[in-house]
């Protein structure tokens, strides 16, 4: 990995990542950095990380729920409004 120093103070260096990805991906992201303005594949990467790490939009328990509850509502093991309602002792009032 190569570093670089990009603050006067040198307390925020830069290291260079590498990783995989299938061309296919590659270019899917090419054309979406591309697309939406962004100066450079590694702009756009870096900016997406770090959306993804202040925002987090599922944690990995969250994500498993919604995978449960889809596979429930595959599954057919749904309950509707009006049974929860009751089940729950709440009114849409």
């Known amino acids: 990995m190569s570093e670089a120093i990009t603050d006067d103070d040198g307390k925020d260096d830069i290291t260079t ?3 995989k990805l299938t061309e296919s991906f590659l270019e899917q992201i090419d054309e979406t950095w591309q697309g939406r303005g962004f100066n450079s594949r590694s702009e756009f990467i870096r900016y997406t990380l770090r959306d993804a790490v202040e925002f987090p ?4 328990d969250e ?3 919604l995978l449960e509850a889809e596979e429930d509502i595959r599954e057919g ?4 409004a009006e ?3 009751e089940q729950f002792g709440t009114s849409d009032e």
Do not use: G
């Open 57 to 60: 939009t599922f944690d990995r």
């Open 17 to 19: 990542v590498n990783f």
């Open 83 to 85: 049974e929860a309602r």
């Open 77 to 80: 093991r749904t309950t509707s």
């Open 63 to 65: 994500l498993v729920a």
